[in-house]
Structure formats: structure tokens, C-alpha cells
């Protein structure tokens, strides 16, 4: 029996970064991160959206600092200069991968 479930989430795995990266281009904190990527229909848990920013931060793709506004103290996250830099190329490069998906898919060829 194949395993619908374990190959969608591969396939999650693989856009994850690009999906996060998208939507850092404004400030956001864990919380409201990981809501606006369930709203766009690509949810993530907390267990793995959490280690992705670390990872992302030690990278140095992103840069964050702790603020507390009008309730409990939050850490914002926002793109560095490398990470927009790599949002934009990965976003070219999804754009290709997508096209040629698109033509796989559809039995076209170039």
C-alpha cells in the first residue's frame, strides 16, 4: 500500500524554507508566522517551524530580536540581507522547477 501521507510530506520538506523565507519579508513572531503560513494552506508545527528558524538564524539568513508590546515578550524575525538574497533566487528557481513540473504533468514537451 503506498503511503500518500509520507509523500506529501516529503514534498512539504522541500519548499518549507522558500515558504518561511516568503513570508519573512515582513517582521513576524513565531506565533503569527506560523499562522500566516496555515492561512496560505502550508502548516507547519511548532516542532518544526522553531528549529527551522534557529537553523535559518544561525545561517545567517535571518536576524531577530526579543520585543514586548502590549503583551509577553516575542522575538521578531525578519530577512537578513543574504536571506533576501536567497528568497529571490530560490523563488526564480521554484519558478523553473514549477514550469517544468507543470509540462511533466501535462505530458507537454519543450
Known amino acids: 500500500m503506498v503511503d500518500l501521507a509520507k509523500h506529501e510530506q516529503d ?3 522541500g ?5 518561511v523565507l516568503s513570508q519573512l519579508r515582513e517582521e513576524q513572531y513565531g506565533y503569527s508566522l506560523r499562522q500566516a503560513l496555515v492561512e ?4 507547519i508545527e511548532e ?7 534557529r537553523r535559518l ?8 530580536q526579543w520585543r514586548a ?11 537578513s ?4 538574497e536567497l528568497y529571490r533566487e530560490l523563488s526564480a528557481s521554484w ?3 514549477a514550469h517544468v513540473m507543470s509540462q511533466l504533468l501535462n505530458g507537454e514537451k519543450q
Do not use: D, F, I, W
Open 40 to 43: 496560505r494552506g502550508m502548516p
Open 57 to 64: 538564524e544561525a545561517q545567517g539568513l535571518l536576524a531577530s
Open 81 to 84: 540581507a543574504s536571506g533576501a
Open 95 to 97: 519558478g523553473s522547477l
Open 15 to 19: 519548499v518549507l524554507v522558500l515558504a
Open 47 to 53: 516542532g518544526t517551524l522553531y528549529p527551522l528558524l
Open 11 to 13: 514534498l512539504r520538506k
Open 69 to 79: 508590546e502590549n503583551g509577553p515578550p516575542r522575538r521578531y524575525y525578519s530577512l
